[in-house]
């Protein structure tokens, strides 16, 4: 037991400096970067720092830099903007939601009905799969 706590902890020892190991960045005559555990012969070679990245400040994650807008009016338009975006992220959804409808019932239904000029008639079959057709594409176009 003794045997396996000793070795256990020499392994533990040794992986903590095998993850502090330097790490070289150099680039090629043909201008590719690349990385390794030792720097290349005969090139310059940067070391690079492999311990944990900076923490971030409060305010630069809390609000992007295209928020912190000084100018009020900017401010109003961006928000403008956005609400505009929205109604037509909305309105796009219902497309999408109508299109998809559509297109189930023409693939599920061999007799589907229209209304033509106050009458209804039943779609032939070429009729049928042109809108299948044209569903599948407005669904390709504008549906993600």
Known sequence: MRRMILT?????????SVM???VYKWVDAQGVTHFGAQPPQGQQA??????????KTVE???????????????????EKVKQEVAS?????KKYCETVRTSLSQLE????VRVEVDGEVRRLNEEE????ISEAKQAIGKNCK
């Open 128 to 131: 049928r799969q042109q809108r």
């Open 108 to 111: 599920n239904n061999p007799r």
């Open 8 to 16: 256990s902890s020499l392994l533990l020892a040794l992986s903590a």
């Open 60 to 78: 630069s994650v809390a609000t992007p830099t295209f928020e912190r807008i000084a100018d009020p009016e900017q401010a109003a338009i961006d």
């Open 88 to 92: 037509q992220e909305i309105e796009r």
């Open 20 to 22: 502090a190991s330097q």
């Open 46 to 55: 940067t070391t690079i720092n492999t311990a944990a990245p900076p923490a």
